[in-house]
């Protein structure tokens, strides 16, 4: 498929005054929120939007490439290798599909200026919404960013990273701002379709959540329906996506024989399902995002004082870090108070404690695909590595941009439903650098389930790559 490269005005249209809306509601736009509105949302996190070193490292590629070759850079941030690598490679998808400033955070960032300074922009201007929403919120653009925390030179001078600089808390302020004023006339239509439809139903596919234990009577896993009553030492929490896709069903299985083969007992909540609704904080309602949150954390947080489970487990890395981020980023104001984490860490730590053992020889070439919501922004960047390393027989590849400087896939932020063309176009290019990298093999692990679906369906599609969750290959080495 051709990229597109859209001809974009320097500034997002403007439109001076309102036409005429009901009573404000959630959801419904409110002509009274003006742009000091957004200062001081952003103001309030600790972020000055005058930070920026306006050093465009998060558009010119070739500036961070020439300086990963520098010896202070190398030796500041502990590379063990000269990442040639990386010489001009995008990180930022966007940036590398329309090349256009606007499409960066630097151009995002300016846009929030604007915004705060009285800048008025039509919530049907299909180019504005492109800008906005087409950032995949991976979080690469934040890794990378001069201003922030790659400062090789200083960083003996100064603590990093400066949290007075956050691309990631602009960003999301950015999204909510023009949610509260516009309501969901502004958010993209797939974009508002998901994020609607996880609000309304607590699903991502459409499916009843009555449906959500199909899985379980198709795959035989040795399940406790929590919903029903009873026990488990783990809550597998499998959030609003992959307890209803047929393609992530074999996941959710190989998860629950690893964490059996431990010696723990695996509940689900069955028709209880939570949703922790990603989406829903992509279309800029916080407030829709903040409540489901906080409901599911609630539920759990009664069966733990309960005694009905010993830890919550999650299989999704959008749920994690939904219950894991600052409250800058509109994670929950207080930690959960039961043990929480995700599968792959959990994972890894049985193997590090001897309570899981993987013995058999697995016979194959993979390359592995770190995932930006559960390395990148979560920093889950070893323990796929540790797992991978103890499967016998296995050769494991890792691609070019790999680790915190990942290449998103285009799976995140409701992009494959609002903006489809662009999310096939970054999930063949992430396919294609797994391919790069393989010579015997044919096999991609991912570490997270949404990615999978996402790449799944184009690997499907194209032909020549299998896409394997990262359980599915630590199962398969089970005595």
Known sequence: MSRRRTKTPKTAARRRGHRAVPAPGHGEPQPSVRGADLRAEIEAKGINLYECYTCR???????????????????????????????NEPVCPTWDYYRHEAYT?????????DLADGLEVAPDDRRMQEVVYTCLLCNGCQELCFSRNRVPLMKEFMTLPREVWDLHGILLAERKWLFDRHGWEIVPEGLRTLAQRLLAGGTATGDPKSHATRWIEATGA?????????????????????PYDRTLWPALAAAVRLIRAAGFTVGTLGAEEITTGMPVLAAGDVRGYLDLNRAATEKITRMTDGGRIGRAV????????????????????????????????????????????????????????????????????DPPREILARVPGLRVREAHLRREYLYCCGAAAGAPEAFPEQA??????????????????????????LCGAHLRRIAAADGGLEVKDLTEIAAAALP
């Not at 010119?60 to 941030?77: H, N, V």
């Not at 294609?432 to 389930?449: D, I, K, P």
């Open 222 to 242: 040795e399940i406790v329906d929590l919903s029903r009553g009873g026990r488990a030492d783990v809550l597998l929490l499998l959030d609003a996506r992959a």
């Open 105 to 113: 955070a630097y151009g995002r960032a300016m846009l929030a200026r």
């Open 314 to 381: 999650t299989v999704d890395d959008t749920g994690y870090q939904a219950w894991t981020a600052p409250p800058k980023h509109y994670g929950p104001a207080q930690r959960p108070r039961f043990p929480f984490t995700h599968v792959v860490p959990f994972l890894a730590d049985l193997l590090r404690d001897g309570r899981l053992a993987l013995e058999r020889p697995v016979d194959d070439e993979v390359v592995l695909l770190d995932g930006c919501h559960l390395g990148r922004y979560s920093k889950v960047i």
């Open 424 to 449: 096939t176009w970054w999930g063949r290019k992430r396919l294609r650098q797994a391919a790069e990298v393989l010579t015997s093999g044919r096999t991609v692990v991912t570490t997270s389930l």
């Open 57 to 87: 490292l998060c558009t010119e590629e070739t500036q961070r490439g020439i300086l990963t070759l520098t010896e202070p850079y190398r030796k500041a941030y502990g590379e063990t290798e000269w990442r040639r690598d990386l010489f």
